[in-house]
């Protein structure tokens, strides 16, 4: 049977909370972080092809094909090369396969639309190929693609810890309405690691085990994320960007990942998307997406 083309959506990954606890010896950073991800982010498309192909489409498609490098540094080609590499070393070849991918999220912004990419990627491939692999031989080719692969490739809201590959599963987190901002000024995450102040910080505490949405705004207001503080003094717009999002009514403001992408949380996704009109209209130059996370019932 010849295989069909598929499509797998790659959800923008939302660190609600993001506390920096440690230091490996390797210089990697032990975290503890809460993770959701949104129902807008990137989407990967397979088809069948006579050879292997790889087009970028979408807002930010063009900006990553212009990057130095050029597409042989995507993380989807690297995702495919490890999963046709793993699967051949179980005596199965994979047939060639032509890759979209639609770029929705800004690139290097904290949302991880690369590793969001790379984890589709993984997804969606074993669908096309009808193939499938050891859960532990794809979680180890996820972390040899990034720290954050590993979360969303799960792709429903957990608290990663260790480098971000110790997962555990949130049962019950509700849905949260959130309106996405961005100044459009990329930001690299080990430039942010390495500008830290200080790397002991405490881990989060006990989570609500209830789904209250008042509860867990609560609770998450109650956290951090480590690098806000150095990402604002590279990138000092994440402070308008911020005090735009308290002003369009949001109950809670943060950055996510490295920055510089903020979100706001708001009652409800008519207030999202009042909001992101009002903060589209004023700011035309940013990244502005409404939004909502998904609580991960469905499956
Ligand atoms: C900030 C977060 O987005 C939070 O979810 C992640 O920790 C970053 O994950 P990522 O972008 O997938 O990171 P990787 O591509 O694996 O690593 C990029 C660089 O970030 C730094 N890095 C990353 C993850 C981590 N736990 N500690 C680190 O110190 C390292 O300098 C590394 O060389
Ligand atoms: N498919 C991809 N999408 C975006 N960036 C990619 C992709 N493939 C490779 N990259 C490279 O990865 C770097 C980080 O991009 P990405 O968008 O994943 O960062 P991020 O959103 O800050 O991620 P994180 O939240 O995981 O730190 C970019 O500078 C880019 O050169």
């Known amino acids: 049977m010849s295989a069909e083309t598929t499509s797998e959506a790659a959800p923008a990954k939302i660190n609600l909370a993001l506390h920096i606890t440690g230091q490996r010896a390797d210089g990697y950073h032990l975290l503890d972080s809460i993770v959701a991800f949104a129902s807008h982010g990137d ?3 397979f088809s069948p092809a006579d050879r292997d192909g790889f087009g970028l489409a979408g807002r930010f498609g063009a900006s990553l094909s212009a990057e130095a490098g050029g597409k042989d540094d995507n993380l989807v080609l690297k995702a495919r ?7 051949a070393a179980d005596g199965h070849v994979m047939e060639p396969v032509a890759i979209e991918l639609e770029k929705n999220l800004p690139v290097a912004s904290g949302i991880g639309g690369g590793s969001a990419d790379a984890a589709a990627t993984l997804r969606g491939l074993l669908r096309f190929w009808r193939a499938s692999l050891p859960p532990e031989t794809l979680s180890a080719i996820a972390l040899k693609l990034g720290a954050d692969v590993p979360m969303c490739l799960e ?3 957990l608290r990663a810890r260790a480098i971000g590959e110790r997962i555990d599963m949130l049962g019950s987190i509700p849905r949260f309405a959130l309106v996405l901002a961005n100044p459009l000024k990329s930001v690299s995450t080990p430039d942010i690691f390495r500008r830290l102040a200080k790397r002991d910080n405490p881990p989060i505490g006990t989570l609500p085990t209830s789904c209250d949405i008042a509860a867990w705004i609560a609770f998450l207001s ?3 994320n480590d690098l806000e503080a150095p990402a604002r003094a590279i990138v000092p717009e994440i402070a308008s960007v911020s ?3 308290r002003e369009a009514g949001s109950q809670l403001v943060r950055m996510s990942g490295s920055g510089a992408t903020c979100f706001g949380i708001f009652s ?3 207030q999202a998307e009042k909001a992101a009109l009002e903060l589209e209209s004023r700011h035309p130059d940013w990244y502005v997406q409404a939004t909502e996370t998904e609580n991960g019932s469905a499956g």
């Open 243 to 245: 005090t735009a999002l």
């Open 155 to 157: 792709s429903r809201p």
């Open 81 to 87: 090369d490890l999963l046709r590499a793993a699967l």
């Open 268 to 270: 409800d996704r008519e």
């Open 222 to 224: 109650g956290l951090r």
């Open 43 to 45: 989407l990967l498309t």
